[in-house]
């Protein structure tokens, strides 16, 4: 028979597991693109202090198409991604019975940027970016005039986003004409903030990533103006040309998934509810562009009605605008 200090020391032991279970269960996982990474971020800071810390969030930058490995693995509750999920990740979550509401969070103006003391390039065109970035330019294009004889004998030296991220697939299909169709001798990473540094330190430089990454280091970076191809008029990114839709082909939306899973944790559903409460003004505040309040309130329907699914059908499309999305979402 066991002697009561035995027993007292077991209900405590016990005491202290369902204590280590509970709090490991206050625990919110999202992953993905580092594009939203800002925004979520933000929303993820503010929860944490409106809940004292009771309940942890974790904000990895793996990409999107990282996010979703782990998401559709199961891994995560939500995935930040800069585009749609595509129909080999929805595939890779059916099989894994990982069922998901998409949210469209804000709209990105991707943004081409080169180092502040370049002087010569005040605009680029379409046909530009894709003579300078499509897979036949590899070890080949390798100065500037080779692109443009009104620009330097000087090398290019080029920065983008890795293959797992949904920017890296979207500037690719917008500017050469398919996804991941890209040179590949360039330096690639996850996180734009070695992009940054990298296009800084360099008068040859250029790069691309989420415009959040560009208003954080106007004075180290210059946007470039990219032509666009239907009015034939260079536009700089902005939250005013994002708005107006004229800053095409890089204009798009970004999102979050939510599982369906996940939702029923109430921590999750917090966390997310409070998201679509605060996102606007959050994303305002890290320099994207929110969507109209519909968008939020219609994220918050979805959860209730249990909107499982995508708009976009598995593929990404260039050159949405803010009032195209809302349509589609009001036919959701």
């Known amino acids: 028979m066991l002697n009561s200090k035995l027993v007292s ?44 810390n009771a309940i942890k969030v974790t904000v990895g930058i793996s990409g999107t198409g990282g996010g979703f490995k ?19 990740e929805m595939d890779l979550c059916k099989t894994a019975g990982v069922e998901y509401i998409e949210m469209p969070v804000a709209f990105d103006a991707l943004t081409v940027v080169v180092n502040p003391k370049n002087a010569f390039l005040k605009q680029a065109t379409v046909a530009e970016m894709k003579a300078l970035w499509e897979p036949a330019a590899q070890g080949k294009v390798m100065k500037w005039n080779q692109i443009n004889p009104a620009w330097p004998d000087a090398p290019v030296k080029l920065f983008g986003a890795g293959a797992d991220s949904g920017t890296f697939e979207y500037f690719t299909e917008a500017m050469v004409g398919k996804a991941k169709s890209s040179r590949g001798d360039y330096t690639a990473s996850e996180d734009d903030n070695v992009l940054v540094q990298g296009v800084s330190r360099d008068v040859n430089a250029i790069g691309y990533f989420g415009y959040a990454y560009y208003a954080e280091n106007t004075g180290k970076l210059k946007a470039l103006p990219i032509v666009n191809p239907k009015t034939g008029k260079a536009v700089e990114p902005s939250a005013a040309n994002v708005e107006n839709g004229t800053y095409a082909p890089l204009s798009r939306p970004i999102f979050i998934y939510v599982k369906a899973k996940s939702l029923q944790k109430p921590e999750v559903k917090e966390f ?51 009032e195209d999305l809302m349509k589609r979402e009001a036919k959701m």
Request: a positive charge; charged letters at 20%.
């Open 9 to 52: 020391a077991l209900a405590v032991a016990g005491v202290a597991l369902i204590g280590a279970q509970s709090a490991q269960a206050q625990v919110i996982k999202i992953d993905g693109s580092s594009t939203v990474y800002p925004i979520t971020e933000a929303v993820a800071e503010e929860f944490q202090k409106a809940k004292k």
């Open 70 to 88: 782990k998401f559709c693995r199961d891994e995560t509750d939500i995935s930040n991604a800069s585009r749609p999920i595509t129909k080999a």
């Open 272 to 322: 997310v509810e409070f998201y679509m409460k605060n996102g606007a003004a959050l994303t305002k505040e890290v320099k994207y562009v929110p969507l109209p309040a519909s968008a939020y309130t219609g994220n918050v329907e979805h959860i209730k009605k249990n909107k499982i699914g995508t708009v976009f059908g598995g593929h990404n499309e260039i050159g949405i605008t803010i």
